[in-house]
């Protein structure tokens, strides 16, 4: 079995069946848009004032993904960082690149920042860099434009339940509440698994969007292990001004979503492009 099968992410409006991982909802969009939704990979110029440390690489069992934790620092106090593109290249021991982000038609969520606020850190994970070689190293650059606005923290996160399968690899569950007063669009959930002071394992989840006040119900899958202390949170993409990530939209239409419980959690095939703010 592929990894992609176990690293599958499943998110569920409450009192709605049925999930797709993001792997699915991008097949689906390039199918829909054909060559509309080839796009090409951005250069990006990093912004002033934010600096990335990578904690972790962590490659799949299979040695064809790779799961990164990176910890992005906006160093001056009352400026901000909401949205902001982000390239990841993963680099072998003798500095050659054997994966990316940042590539043709590749999901939004897996290529922004969801937001940093100033004189603090924030974490940017992504469990689905795939792999041509060993990494060793990663080099990090951040776009976007600091603003002086005070971003939200993160959206209210229950402990996560984990639940062990040994037939397609360990999961978790938790609950997230908008919190923030403002719709939050294409939020990444985020697990991190530490044994003491290492990271070894990691794994996102998303949600299309999210009502203020309303709850989504989350699964998802580690790459590495799950043995430690597990932490997840969820950043806010969108400020109180509303500024921030755009609503995802399906390829080829103008809006494409569909709610449970009035207007709770949104599900729907992003677009497949780069934003840059």
């Given at each position: 079995m592929r990894l992609f099968a176990l690293i599958s992410v499943c998110v569920c409006a409450l009192a709605m069946a049925g999930c797709k991982s993001t792997f699915e909802k991008a097949a689906e969009a390039r199918k829909a848009a054909g060559p509309i939704a080839q796009v090409d990979?951005?250069?990006?110029?990093?912004?002033?004032?934010?600096?990335?440390?990578?904690?972790a690489?962590?490659?799949?069992?299979?040695?064809?993904?790779?799961?990164?934790?990176?910890?992005?620092?906006a160093k001056a106090p009352g400026s901000s960082l909401?949205?902001?593109?982000?390239?990841v290249k993963l680099l072998d021991a003798a500095g050659k690149e054997v994966?990316?982000?940042?590539i043709p038609g590749a999901l939004p969520i897996l290529i922004h920042l969801a937001s940093v606020q100033g004189g603090k850190d924030a974490y940017y994970v992504n469990d689905q860099i795939l792999l041509s070689g060993?990494?060793?190293?990663?080099?990090?650059?951040?776009?976007?434009?600091?603003?002086?606005?005070?971003?939200?923290?993160?959206l209210d996160t229950t402990k996560p339940v984990i639940?062990?399968?040994?037939?397609?690899?360990?999961?978790?569950?938790?609950?997230?509440?908008?919190?923030?007063?403002?719709?939050?669009?294409?939020?990444?959930?985020?697990?991190?698994?530490?044994?003491?002071?290492?990271?070894?394992?990691?794994?996102?989840a998303n949600i299309d969007g999210l009502d203020p006040g309303a709850s989504v119900d989350v699964?998802?899958?580690?790459?590495?292990?799950?043995?430690?202390?597990?932490e997840v949170t969820t950043p806010a993409s969108n400020a109180k001004d509303g500024s921030g990530a755009p609503?995802?939209?399906?390829?080829?239409?103008?809006?494409?979503?569909?709610?449970?419980?009035?207007?709770?959690?949104?599900v729907s095939t992003p677009v497949m492009t780069l934003q840059i703010n």
């Open positions: 990979a951005v250069n990006m110029t990093q912004v002033a004032g934010v600096t990335a440390d990578t904690l690489i962590i490659p799949s069992a299979d040695g064809t993904t790779a799961a990164v934790v990176i910890k992005v620092t909401t949205w902001a593109p982000i390239e994966g990316t982000n940042n060993k990494p060793a190293s990663a080099q990090v650059v951040i776009g976007g434009k600091l603003v002086p606005i005070a971003a939200p923290g993160n639940v062990k399968d040994p037939s397609i690899g360990d999961s978790w569950n938790t609950t997230v509440t908008n919190n923030t007063g403002v719709r939050q669009e294409q939020l990444v959930v985020q697990a991190i698994v530490r044994d003491g002071d290492k990271i070894v394992g990691a794994g996102t699964t998802g899958y580690f790459i590495g292990s799950s043995k430690g202390t597990v609503p995802p939209v399906a390829a080829g239409s103008a809006t494409s979503s569909e709610s449970s419980g009035g207007s709770s959690g949104s």
